[in-house]
């Protein structure tokens, strides 16, 4: 069960006197945006009055972005859909104070995602602009433990499923830390190169050493990666046993 939490503190402070989770729905909003370093303080002031526990992972974060393989084609694809939105629901339907009408929409999606250093209220870009922006968001409220996506339609609906598909595939891993140790094998294997090669070498060696077949086959490799290093296509000796891509090339 959780509590509705926007600008006030009311939501915060009924989800402290019950214990439950928290659901901030206005962080799509600048405002909404900036009270939430503070909104968690209400929670738990509200918990300890009425002699009960809030955990910040109970804590949903609403979140909208439009994610593309690159941050042009993120923009291309939203910023029509954005400013329909903006205009005709934010500001015509809605009435949201504070909302007014904006003919360039260029200019709006600049005041969404954040001009120069400022904070944006959506990410329309690439994984690692959400990945980044996430993190962001944890360290100034404090930490939550749930990121909500916005439902919005401003792109068309195989731009707007690619989106989803992307922060399923690159953002949750990242965030959730699956990629941690994959990352850490990669480091280790830069850092540790030179010695780990050298072995792999030697263990080859060891095998091909004394085994007539097995030192042909290695001068073969051996004058094919020589071949290649000149920038030209290999081509076996005359005489030399057939590969399947030679096979393949008749």
């Known amino acids: 069960m959780a509590a509705a939490s926007s600008l006030s503190p009311s939501g915060m402070q009924l989800a402290g006197k019950y214990g439950m989770g928290v659901l901030s729905i206005a962080s799509t909003s600048q405002e909404?945006?900036?009270a939430l370093p503070t909104q968690w303080s209400f929670a738990e002031?509200?918990?300890s009055k009425h002699d009960?526990?809030?955990d910040r992972?109970?804590?949903r974060v609403v979140m909208a972005w439009h994610l593309a393989e690159s941050k042009k084609q993120a923009e291309q694809e939203a910023v029509d859909g954005l400013q329909h939105w903006h205009n005709e629901y934010n500001v015509r339907v809605l009435g949201r104070p504070g909302s007014i009408h904006v003919a360039d929409k260029w200019e709006l999606l600049a005041r969404v995602t954040g001009i120069g250093n400022a904070v944006g209220t959506s990410v329309i870009g690439t994984p690692d602009?959400?990945?980044k922006t996430i993190r962001a968001l944890q360290e100034v409220t404090g930490g939550f433990g749930v990121v909500l996506g916005f439902a919005h339609d401003w792109a068309n609906h195989e731009a707007t499923l690619r989106s989803w598909d992307l922060f399923?595939?690159?953002?949750?891993p990242e965030i959730n830390g699956y990629t941690r140790n994959l990352k850490a094998s990669a480091e280790y294997l830069a850092a540790n190169k030179v010695e780990l090669m050298a072995g792999l070498n030697a263990a080859i060696m060891?095998?091909?050493q004394g085994n007539k077949v097995a030192e042909a086959a290695m001068a073969v490799t051996r004058q094919r990666m020589a071949t290649q290093a000149q920038g030209s296509s290999w081509r076996a000796e005359p005489g030399a046993p057939a590969t399947d891509a030679d096979k393949g090339e008749k």
Request: net charge positive; glycine share 4%; aromatic share 8%.
């Open 57 to 59: 992972r109970n804590w």
């Open 45 to 47: 002031e509200a918990a």
């Open 129 to 131: 602009e959400m990945v």
């Open 32 to 34: 909404g945006l900036q």
């Open 52 to 54: 009960q526990k809030v």
């Open 206 to 208: 060891a095998k091909v």
């Open 168 to 172: 399923a595939r690159y953002v949750i």
